[in-house]
Structure formats: C-alpha cells, structure tokens
C-alpha cells in the first residue's frame, strides 16, 4: 500500500508495519529502511548466486586502491544487470571485523605470481563486452595456481553464440525447434538463452533432435529468427583480484628485500675491494721503492767497481 504521511512517499507493509521502501521529504530514497541518511540507502538483503565484484577507492593522500572479491554464496543488497559507473567506491577493511590474520611469505607469494600467465584476449560476446582486446588472467589458469582464488557460480556463457540457420514454431505445442551452423553441445533439460525479436527468452531445452537441432520451450511474441546464446552453466569461474592484487604486493615487496640484499652485497663487495684495491697500491708502493732502493744500490756498486777498475789500470 502507498502511504503519504509526513515520513514522505513510501511502501506500506500493512501486515507488518514496516514501511518496505520510502522517498523521505529531502529526497532520500530508502529501501528496507523509513529513515534514510542518503540519497539511495538499502538495508537488507537476499542470498544469491555468487560472482565476483570489484572496487577502486581513492584514499585520502589520492593515490587508488583495487580490489574485488568473490564466494561460492552471499548475500546481495543491489544486484544489476550490468555496470554500475562511480567515481570512487570504499569497501571495509577494518582490522576489527578480521581474526587468524597473519603475515604472509613474501617467497612463496613471489613464486606463486611467477606462475600466474598475463594474456590479451577479446570476449565472444563483442555486442555486450565490446571489441577491444583486453589484459588480464584465465580463471581455469588462476584455479591451478591459487585454488582459493577461484568460485564458481550459476551463468549464462556464449559457448554457442550463432544465428539459427533455421526456425520452426510448433505453436500448439508451444515448442520452437532451433537448427545453429555448429554443433550446439546441449543436453537434455539444459536452460538456454536465445534472442527474438519479442526480446531475450530462458528457455528449457526439451530435446535433442541432433548435434545441430533441438527443441526448446516456445517464448511469447515473434520467434520467426532466433539468435542463440548459449546455456547455462554451474562453474562459471570468477577471479578473486583481491587475493590477486595481494599476492602480487607480496611478490613486490620480497622482490625489493631480494634487491636490498643484493644492494647490500654490492655495496659490501664494492667496499671490499676498495680496500683490496687500498692494500694492493700500497704493496706496489713498497715494491716500487725497493725496486728504487736497489736500481740505486746496483748504480752505486757499478760505479764503485768501474772505480776500482781504473785505479787498478794505472
């Protein structure tokens, strides 16, 4: 039931006396609350399929902070079918709400990120992805490497991704028989997505006519041309950047120890050999003035014999 009353504009539960959604007097929108402190807050939430979301954060000396996260399950407040666009978006982080926190080994994160592979690649779907070729990693890959930072959930994926080469409604048995150019790879029972002109229909795969035909559940409106997208899967993987990105600044940090060692040993040998250096010159200088000391000996016991010499002549 709408109630106007001097809250504002909500959503009366009658049954429980809550109001289930309001737009307060200032403008404020709240759902699942009849006080909200912001222009859009939501309290509550429902449990769903999980995927993994990210989120940049400018922290207050203006440097950007990412991260993301991923579940098997959790617990949605907002869910969208597609981007949501802001300038700055914080998730909490407070040491209070954390236990078992210890440090991690720099050596093992550094080889761990050794081991992840960096890959340009361009999504399948070009119509909702876009066309532009992208850096970034392959679950599958990532799952071998950091089993943790992996989940899996309940998708939609363009593994099919073709126009019908030929449609045929059956509208007394409300069933669309579909033919693709490829093999289509569905089982029965399988929930496909495919697009109408009507719009884009889930459907229940009803049968498997051949590895290019099957039947599936007839949608409402024009079914004349149908684009296939594919079916959905249970272990559709998502990233957790989060333990990613942390790994990666572990891997960063144990490089610059390993470099501040090796600047210390640098230094250390540099220093060393300085004094090597030092000790050398100062052997030679001594060698270099023995060397002097008997070049002026034998000159002296030279002139000393030619000398005598002549004294002995006359």
Same mark, same amino acid.
């Given at each position: 039931?709408?109630?106007?009353?001097?809250?504002?504009?909500?959503?009366?539960?009658?049954?429980?006396?809550?109001?289930?959604?309001?737009?307060?007097?200032?403008?404020?929108?709240?759902?699942?609350?009849?006080?909200?402190?912001?222009?859009?807050?939501?309290?509550?939430?429902?449990?769903?399929?999980?995927?993994?979301?990210?989120?940049?954060?400018?922290?207050?000396?203006?440097?950007?902070?990412?991260?993301?996260?991923?579940?098997?399950?959790?617990?949605?407040?907002?869910?969208?079918?597609?981007? @949501?666009?802001?300038?700055?978006?914080?998730?909490?982080?407070?040491?209070?709400?954390?236990?078992?926190?210890?440090?991690?080994?720099?050596?093992?994160?550094?080889?761990?990120?050794?081991?992840?592979?960096?890959?340009?690649?361009?999504?399948?779907?070009?119509?909702?992805?876009?066309?532009?070729?992208?850096?970034?990693? @392959?679950?599958?890959?990532?799952?071998?490497?950091?089993?943790?930072?992996?989940?899996?959930?309940?998708?939609?994926?363009?593994? @099919?991704?073709?126009?019908?080469?030929?449609?045929?409604?059956?509208?007394?048995?409300?069933?669309?028989?579909?033919?693709?150019?490829?093999?289509?790879?569905?089982?029965?029972?399988?929930?496909?997505?495919? @697009?109408?002109?009507?719009?884009?229909?889930?459907?229940?795969?009803?049968?498997?006519?051949?590895?290019?035909?099957?039947?599936?559940?007839?949608?409402?409106?024009?079914?004349?041309?149908?684009?296939?997208?594919?079916?959905?899967?249970?272990?559709?993987?998502?990233?957790?950047?989060?333990?990613?990105?942390?790994?990666?600044?572990?891997?960063?940090?144990?490089?610059?120890?390993?470099?501040?060692?090796?600047?210390?040993?640098?230094?250390?040998?540099?220093?060393?050999?300085?004094?090597?250096?030092?000790?050398?010159?100062?052997?030679?200088?001594?060698?270099?003035?023995?060397?002097?000391?008997?070049?002026?000996?034998?000159?002296?016991?030279?002139?000393?014999?030619?000398?005598?010499?002549?004294?002995?002549?006359?």
């Amino acid at each position: 039931m709408i109630n106007n009353s001097n809250q504002g504009l909500g959503a009366w539960d009658s049954d429980n006396g809550v109001y289930r959604m309001i737009i307060a007097p200032n403008g404020n929108v709240g759902i699942g609350t009849a006080s909200p402190d912001y222009p859009l807050e939501v309290s509550g939430s429902s449990s769903g399929d999980a995927c993994d979301y990210a989120y940049y954060s400018i922290k207050g000396d203006g440097s950007v902070y990412y991260g993301s996260t991923t579940s098997t399950s959790q617990n949605y407040s907002i869910v969208t079918s597609s981007r @949501i666009k802001a300038y700055s978006f914080h998730a909490v982080s407070d040491r209070r709400i954390k236990n078992n926190v210890q440090h991690s080994n720099g050596k093992n994160e550094l080889a761990l990120i050794n081991k992840i592979e960096v890959v340009d690649y361009q999504y399948i779907d070009k119509v909702e992805k876009g066309n532009i070729t992208k850096k970034g990693f @392959i679950a599958q890959q990532i799952e071998e490497v950091l089993p943790n930072a992996v989940g899996k959930s309940k998708a939609f994926i363009p593994d @099919i991704y073709k126009e019908a080469t030929a449609v045929v409604v059956d509208s007394a048995a409300k069933t669309i028989t579909v033919s693709t150019p490829v093999e289509h790879n569905l089982q029965k029972g399988d929930m496909l997505r495919f @697009i109408t002109p009507g719009g884009t229909h889930e459907k229940e795969v009803l049968s498997i006519l051949s590895d290019n035909k099957f039947t599936v559940q007839k949608p409402e409106g024009d079914c004349s041309e149908v684009f296939v997208y594919g079916k959905k899967v249970d272990d559709f993987r998502a990233i957790d950047y989060d333990q990613v990105f942390s790994a990666g600044i572990g891997a960063i940090q144990e490089l610059s120890r390993q470099n501040d060692e090796l600047k210390q040993t640098i230094e250390n040998l540099q220093n060393a050999n300085t004094a090597l250096k030092a000790e050398k010159d100062a052997e030679i200088q001594d060698l270099q003035q023995r060397l002097n000391s008997l070049e002026i000996l034998m000159k002296n016991v030279l002139i000393k014999n030619d000398t005598e010499r002549t004294a002995a002549v006359k």
